[in-house]
């Protein structure tokens, strides 16, 4: 399973970023596919995730209102819609695949991509 990211940036404080992964390597349709990021001196924290049925989605608390977790699955893609971002949403940005929904653990993660950096300046 591959997992390719992009769609970082430098941005302003209350820009916005789209972030998409592309995900090769097994049936896209039935995987959890989530976000995580790791600000500069941080874990790796949970972001958001999408299941199999489209429907259903999650958010860490500090995005919700401002992130929209969506998915294309003729695209094999998930995209993270950012709008109204701060300077503490700046860090490298992963995607990838859950064993299990529900869990924001890292050891709930199948598959990961590699990062994709999103700055956002004052």
């Known amino acids: 399973v591959q997992l390719q990211a992009s769609g970082g940036g430098l941005v302003q404080a209350g820009g916005s970023l789209r972030l998409s992964c592309t995900v090769s390597g097994r049936t896209f349709s039935i995987s959890i596919v989530a976000w995580f990021r790791r600000a500069p001196g941080n874990e790796r924290e949970f972001v958001a995730a999408?299941?199999?049925?489209?429907?259903?989605?999650s958010y860490t608390d500090s995005v919700k209102g401002r992130f929209t977790i969506s998915r294309d699955n003729a695209k094999n893609t998930v995209y993270l819609q950012m709008n109204s971002l701060k300077p503490e949403d700046t860090g490298v940005y992963y995607c990838?695949?859950?064993?299990?929904?529900?869990?924001?653990?890292?050891?709930?993660?199948?598959?990961w991509g590699q990062g994709t950096q999103v700055t956002v300046s004052s």
């Open positions: 999408i299941a199999s049925a489209s429907s259903l989605t």
């Open positions: 990838a695949t859950q064993s299990r929904w529900g869990s924001r653990s890292i050891d709930s993660i199948a598959y």
